[in-house]
């Protein structure tokens, strides 16, 4: 009981000294400015940033990518699917995962490595075999908060 009457006590403290309307104020400009950002694609100079939040999309790239992509995920569902895009360099992607799923589709002629951080989540990489030496290599250094992660390689033309 005398914790309850201490945390109300404390609530309208709060109230009366306007703590709390800066703090609702405060994450009301975040979140629009959050959605200012969101689903944007931006080039500068060789990186790229592909950003979802709140959303579903699948998106699949033909185009050469850059050599430094960043891909977020927040709250939505993202499928890119790289397996058609021409890759002759090395490229690093990373990906940022926080409270969604991102699933990576990538070109079965290129090497892979993963540097992974992963709090409360899961991720899923079929198909890692490493190809010849001369394969370009495909870096994914990916951190994860409560989401899903899998990366998997497009089945080899015949």
């Known amino acids: 009981m005398k914790q309850k009457a201490f945390v109300r006590s404390l609530l309208g403290l709060f109230a009366a000294s306007g703590v709390v309307s800066a703090v609702i104020s405060l994450r009301k400009r975040t979140i629009r400015k959050i959605h200012q950002a969101e689903d944007e694609k931006t080039v500068s100079g060789s990186r790229r940033c592909v950003s979802v939040s709140r ?90 908060f409560m989401g899903e992660f899998s990366v998997t390689k497009a089945p080899a033309s015949r």
């Open 55 to 144: 959303s579903i999309r699948s998106e699949k790239v033909s185009e050469a990518l850059v050599s430094d992509e960043t891909i977020r995920v927040s709250c939505g569902i993202f499928r890119y699917d790289l397996s058609s895009a021409p890759i002759e360099n090395d490229i690093t992607l990373h990906c940022d995962v926080h409270m969604g799923m991102l699933h990576l589709i990538l070109p079965p002629c290129v090497n892979v490595r993963f540097d992974t951080q992963a709090q409360m989540s899961s991720y899923f990489i079929t198909n890692e075999r490493t190809l010849a030496a001369d394969a370009p290599w495909i870096t994914i250094h990916a951190s994860l």
